[in-house]
């Protein structure tokens, strides 16, 4: 349970920066949310390696995926900057299904 609530804690963390980074830039959105998963991968910060969860960001605008790359380069910046347990952000790229 201990491992839920870490989880939890950094979905709830990572989605306050998507929603502060959505507020920042004017993005429209219908869903934004976050999810981190349940597993290490492995990274590069400088000369060390890393081993820590990715985040997953889905991020809906009238059933369509949001494309700005701009927004996605500052949003994984900050992320990974800020929240030390996270190494990696992936982007959920695909057409909302009513």
Not at 3 to 22: C, F, G, H, M, P
Not at 39 to 58: H, W
Not at 67 to 96: C, D, G
Request: charged share 25%.
């Amino acid at each position: 349970m201990e491992n839920l609530n870490e989880l939890t804690n950094l979905a709830q963390r990572v989605d306050a920066i998507l929603k502060e980074e959505l507020r920042k830039q004017s993005i429209s959105y219908d869903m934004a949310e976050a999810r981190i998963y349940d597993l290490k991968t492995v990274g590069v910060q400088g000369d060390n390696r890393t081993y820590a969860y990715p985040a997953e960001i889905t991020l809906y605008y009238q059933g369509n995926f949001v494309w700005n790359p701009l927004f996605l380069q500052t949003l994984s910046t900050r992320i990974t900057n800020e929240i030390k347990e996270l190494n990696r952000v992936v982007y959920v790229l695909a057409t909302k299904k009513s």
